[in-house]
């Protein structure tokens, strides 16, 4: 597993790269003329790049996932065309807390099998299902990691037929509440479990210790993992409650 982590290392690299040595060309094109260079001339540019020795290293990865952080510049620069508000596009830090990647589903380059998944260039990596896969065809897989380092797949499937949309049949009026989550017309407050809170006390216990320690060292770097990782379980639990929830009300 190890070396698999260090190939998903180097393809966040990669695709971190690749995205920001197009958008520095793109830059004084728009400058120039208010104009954007097309997708096409990106995935055209990038194939002679990969021929190149001094680019060779971008070999090592999928390829379509090198393709996929174009597509990606291009529709960033598309949405500030159509909305400016939006923002131009900026550069891609290596100190990001999320790092991912996508590739798509091309000539059976993606499968997904039992509690296993092969990935072009990774091979089988062990994964934990956390719903039932559906026979309909897969489309892309994004791979990411957060920053307590943990790994995720979101994968994106097309159904052929669509989704009945259902009409509720009862409805309540829920108000906003800072101290809890919500308040029904009869007062009552949904309160988040205990175990929550104990986690909470416990993220501010190691939060306390990151904060005494230097910070860019080994002891910090570990501790400021040990402290997202409390964030993530602190997010799961919420959403487990959140999810639980309008079951809970409805018995």
Known sequence: ????????????????????YYLDIKIPQYQMDQSSLNYTWYADDLAKLLKTEDYAFLKEVDCIALKQSLYHLDNDFQDFFRNPAIG??????????????????????????????????????????????PSDKLKSVTISQSPSEEYYASILFEYENQAHQQTSQKSINLVHSMPELSKDPDGKEPKYPSYYYETEKKLKREKRKLSRMVKGSNNWNKQRIKVDQIHEKMENQRKDFLYKQPRTDSQ
């Open 1 to 20: 597993m190890k070396n698999k982590k260090i190939l998903f290392e180097k393809t966040f690299g990669c695709v971190r790269f690749v995205y920001n």
């Open 88 to 133: 131009f596009p900026k550069f891609k830090s290596k100190k990001a807390n999320l790092k991912s990647c996508t590739t798509l589903w091309i000539n059976g380059n993606v499968a997904i099998k039992d509690d296993v998944i092969r990935l072009a260039k990774v091979g089988l990596v062990k994964i934990e299902l956390h719903c039932p896969i």
